[in-house]
């Protein structure tokens, strides 16, 4: 099992929509918002583009994304 560890908020957002699916919606100052369009509706997170991403803040994003943190951790 993968370990989730801290990322920078580029490689989230790259990791997010190269292999989960999402879209760049808008960027409102240091911060990008994420959407995709299920078959049971809309999944959006918020990324804060910093160097370092801490691992709470990363497992709350992903928690909103509906995206498991052990499949999420395979692409780090």
Not at 51 to 60: A, F, H, N, P, V
Request: with cysteine.
């Amino acid at each position: 099992m993968p370990k989730l560890r801290k990322v920078s908020g580029k490689a989230a957002v790259k990791i997010l929509c190269n292999k989960f699916g999402f879209e760049i919606r808008g960027k409102s100052g240091s911060h990008v918002r994420l959407l995709k369009v299920t078959p049971e509706g809309k999944v959006g997170t918020v990324i804060p583009m910093h160097d370092e991403i801490k691992i709470g803040t990363l497992k709350g994003l992903l928690k909103l994304a509906e995206v498991d943190p052990d499949e999420f951790s395979k692409y780090i």
